[in-house]
């Protein structure tokens, strides 16, 4: 019984009233507070990374800070899904939010670049639980024919921290100093703790199986060679070099080995049933390529509009708001519509249909493109990512048994990281190679050499640049853009093909009709509303 007690988890709220209890509204505020720690972090430690390097040196360890970060959370994220699942969410959700902060106070405290190498990897390995226990405690709390209500909140806190964080960096560095981006962490961190700990009431798991070390060790350095190659290909390595190779090598053997161990282990650290789901596997791939295309756009859409628009780069945040606010109302109205009526497979196609759109708008961007038509196109993307987001991560965990909803979270979470890191090397190579081209075409030996260490240049730079060797690095922006844009466009339609054939599967919480042909899809379903 100990797996399947989390169901009642859902019966917190009641449906005949509509509201939810004033512990579960307190517990939700907790909730968004630490998944605005894990989106916000990135945002206001890049805008302070000049900053840091000016004190601290080490230029030339300066990727590593970002590098060491991400690799942390991607590899950690399946473990502290399965961690919740085994043990408990709460206790692994809160000692996430406690390495988080420790991993906080200490990058605040480094004295050189390799400290602070050190102390990021800690304070991704914290991250990498905070989004997975938010997604798996909303699922454990809130059914999910209600839980559509509030993806407008986790949108929200999403187009909050990619629009605030560079503002909210840059003014801390200003004001106080780069340590502060790192202590800031501390006091909302705190608070996230006190409510969690005081109002978060789940059923205590006991089990006597232990976790799969090799498994989680397989997967890990499976990840960790896939992350090192999508950041070191085409920049510190050239993608044939022996360095890729080897790295691409260690990545498939250990990712072989982890899926054969996983068919052995007792407790599989992600178990391979839950990809018998139909709708879970395609909503996997859903949010790979979602990851790939917003990791990308957002890349790509502020160096286009510093470099080609002369926008201020102070408020490049600013700059993602068509498509940031459009997600946002987007997925309220998705959300809403979804609880309501308890229908929700038109809104991956609907997401998927605009997303191509938007993204083949974006690639006609050129050094014409006024700011309010790139504003509009941009506006399309977020209409389409806002489809997407929150639903998908909806369909996955009504897709499984709720003793999977910590793994079905992480891997759903995962996806989405490893699309993100795929998305900004694949799209970047083609950027880089593009640009490169161009700038030879167009400005000679003296455009090459411009752009021979790097594709993208930061605004000093560009305005440093001759008249026509800057003009010609503009059209240059807007060739590699087009480029991306348009890859981007072809990848995206594999989200609207995959959610072509999602099944719509009542979602627990809502009446359902008996039915005599149950398929994979619905057995999970079944199971977690008889306990």
């Known amino acids: 019984m100990a797996d ?4 009642q988890a859902g019966q917190q709220i009641p449906d005949d009233q509509g509201k939810q209890p004033r512990s579960v509204r307190v517990v939700l505020l907790a909730l968004m507070i630490a998944m605005m720690l894990a989106m916000l972090d990135n945002m206001i430690v890049g805008t302070a990374m000049p900053t840091i390097v000016g004190e601290l040196g080490g230029l030339e360890h300066l990727s590593w800070v970002v590098t060491g970060y991400t690799l942390a959370t991607a590899a950690s994220t399946p473990i502290w899904g399965k961690l919740g699942d085994m043990y408990g969410r709460k206790g692994a959700f809160m000692t996430s939010i406690v390495l988080f902060l420790i991993g906080s106070a200490l990058g605040g405290m480094a004295q050189n670049m390799g400290e602070l190498i050190g102390f ?3 304070q991704g390995l914290g991250a990498g639980g905070l989004m997975v226990g938010v997604m798996a405690i909303i699922g454990d709390l809130i059914p999910p024919r209600e839980r559509g209500k ?5 949108a929200g806190v999403m187009a909050l921290a990619m629009i605030g964080g560079p503002l909210v960096g840059g003014t801390i560095t200003d004001n106080w100093g780069w340590r502060w981006a790192f202590y800031i962490n501390l006091p909302l961190g705190v608070v996230a703790l006190a409510a969690i700990s005081a109002v978060l009431h789940l059923p205590k798991k006991r089990t006597k199986a232990r976790i799969d070390y090799l498994g989680a060790a397989l997967l890990t350095v499976g990840i960790t060679a896939i992350v090192l190659v999508t950041t070191w290909g085409g920049t510190e390595y050239a993608w044939t070099s022996a360095r890729i190779m080897e790295l691409i090598a260690i990545g498939v053997a250990a990712l072989i080995g982890f899926v054969f161990r996983q068919t052995k282990a007792a407790e599989p650290v992600l178990p391979l049933h839950i990809f018998r789901s139909r709708n879970f596997t395609l909503t996997s791939v859903i949010g790979f390529v979602t990851g790939f295309v917003m990791f990308g756009a957002t890349l790509f859409l502020p160096l286009y509009q510093q470099s080609v628009q002369g926008a201020s780069a102070t408020n490049s945040g600013l700059l993602l708001l068509p498509m940031l606010g459009a997600m946002l109302v987007t997925s ?9 009526t308890g229908r929700y497979k038109v809104f991956p196609i609907l997401g998927g249909a605009l997303m191509i759109v938007g993204l083949y708008l ?3 961007m050129d050094t014409d493109t006024t700011r ?3 504003g509009v196109y941009m506006a399309v993307v977020g209409l389409g990512m806002g489809c997407l987001m929150q639903v998908t991560m909806l369909v996955a965990q009504n897709s499984v048994e709720m003793k999977d909803m910590g793994v079905a979270s992480s891997s759903a979470t995962l996806f989405r990281t490893l699309g993100g890191s795929f998305g900004v090397a694949v799209m970047g190579a083609l950027f880089n190679d593009r640009v490169q081209h161009v700038m030879a075409e167009r400005a000679g030996a003296l455009g090459s050499k411009v752009t021979e260490r790097s594709a993208s240049l930061d605004a000093a730079s560009l305005a440093k640049l001759q008249q026509p060797v800057r003009e010609a690095y503009q059209h240059a922006v807007s060739a590699g853009t087009h480029s991306a844009f348009l890859l981007g466009a072809v990848i995206a339609v594999s989200v609207l093909l995959a959610a072509l054939f999602v099944k719509e599967v009542p979602l627990r919480g809502a009446p359902q009709k008996p039915a005599a042909d149950e398929t994979a899809d619905e057995a999970p379903m079944a199971v977690a509303e008889t306990v």
């Open 4 to 7: 399947t007690q989390p169901a």
């Open 120 to 122: 990021r990897a800690i």
């Open 150 to 154: 509030y993806q407008g909140m986790m």
């Open 332 to 340: 309220m109205i998705a959300g809403r519509v979804t609880t309501g």
């Open 362 to 364: 974006m690639s006609l």
């Open 372 to 374: 309010f038509t790139s």
